[in-house]
Nanobody, 119 residues
């Protein structure tokens, strides 16, 4: 069994910052990548940022220059530093791990953490 534990969400004013963390634990053979996705009310879940175990990153256009994803492979942890937050960043943010074992590749999702940007 795998657990993804997210933390760092909350309420922030426009222009403010938050840092999300997600740590993977449990029966893990290897992690190919970890990422953050978000889902706002009435919208589809979308990729925010993703980082591979080798450090390659991908960002949604809407967050480029404002958000930074990083990881700690030893601790199986991924971080999302969010700066210059906007009301349209309000959503539930989900952590996802792309996992591998000798027989299969599979994804694991966290429970989500609420980020609200409001004055």
């Amino acid at each position: 069994q795998v657990q993804l534990v997210e933390s760092g969400g909350g309420l922030v004013h426009p222009g403010g910052s938050l840092r999300l963390s997600c740590r993977a634990s449990g029966t893990i053979f290897s992690i190919a990548a970890m990422g953050w996705y978000r889902q706002a009310p009435g919208k589809h879940r979308e990729l925010v940022a993703r980082i591979t175990s080798g450090g390659s990153t991908t960002y949604a256009d809407s967050v480029k220059g404002r958000f930074t994803i990083s990881n700690d492979n030893y601790m199986n942890t991924v971080y999302l530093q969010m700066n210059s937050l906007k009301p349209e960043d309000t959503a539930v943010y989900y952590c996802k791990a792309d996992l591998k074992d000798p027989l299969d590749d599979y994804d694991w999702w966290g429970q989500g953490t609420q980020v609200t940007v409001s004055s």
